[in-house]
């Protein structure tokens, strides 16, 4: 065959085809392979509870950062400059009460409310709630919560990452990052380190009876999801 000759040139763009799609193959298996960066074993690991004891909880706890699905959650954490929660001890072996403190745009305010503790936390009223604590390999004195709260018919999920010291170590961050992903949760949003911390107020909030008020206002729920949306979209 010459060099005009047109098999040879069929022949010629057979392959040049081939190896078209032998390198969008290896792209798109690429592109897959990021979308699924925590292997479902490593997932089995990362969200497997760990026990925490009435001890090691009576702490004074910085929240660091974290994500949840529950309206208006993500709105609030762009918001949110700080946080702090001190659980205490009471006449009551099975209950802690807890003292919350935060800072909201510039604003403090603090709230108190009981829980019971059995190794595990939970709230049996206005509303269901329970935590439970996943590893933290990478910190000692952290604390990483996965909380489920069932109002009605509605659950709602949070995985939160508190620490005795304001600062954390990028692994202790990123494996809380990689429980999200295996948990399918929005990404974190983390607060900043160096914002002064509130006092605690000598007249708190009840907080149970102040987030059930929320948790019942269905009809906010919508627009607290397009605002959360909003802030998404503006500052991430």
């Not at 010459?2 to 193959?25: C, F, G, Q, Y």
């Not at 708190?204 to 906010?220: D, F, H, S, V």
Request: glycine share 4%.
């Amino acid at each position: 065959m010459t060099e005009n000759d047109p098999h040879k040139r069929i022949n010629t763009s057979e392959n040049v085809l081939t190896v078209l799609k032998m390198r969008i193959a290896v792209v798109i298996l690429s592109l897959l392979s990021l979308g699924h960066c925590v292997p479902l074993d490593n997932c089995e690991t990362l969200l497997k509870p760990i026990p925490v004891s009435h001890d090691e909880m009576l702490a004074k706890w910085l929240y660091i950062g974290g994500t949840s699905d529950l309206p208006g959650s993500r709105s609030l954490a762009h918001l949110l400059t700080s946080v702090w929660i001190e659980a205490r001890p009471t006449s009551q072996s099975n209950i802690l009460e807890l003292i919350q403190t935060q800072k909201t745009y510039g604003h403090c305010s603090t709230l108190k409310y009981n829980v019971t503790f059995e190794n595990i936390l939970t709230i049996e009223n206005p509303f269901y709630l329970k935590e439970v604590y996943l590893p933290t390999d990478e910190c000692s004195d952290c604390l990483a919560i996965y909380e489920t709260v069932t109002s009605g018919d509605d659950t709602f999920k949070s995985l939160l990452l508190f620490s005795k010291s304001t600062t954390v170590s990028p692994a202790a961050v990123e494996m809380v990052k990689k429980q999200a992903d295996c948990l399918k949760m929005p990404s974190l949003l983390m607060v900043n380190p160096n914002e002064e911390m509130c006092h605690e107020d000598p007249s708190p909030i009840e907080g149970l009876l102040a987030l059930n008020k929320y948790l019942e206002a269905k009809t906010g729920h919508y627009v607290a999801k397009v605002l959360d949306s909003i802030f998404d979209l503006f500052i991430n």
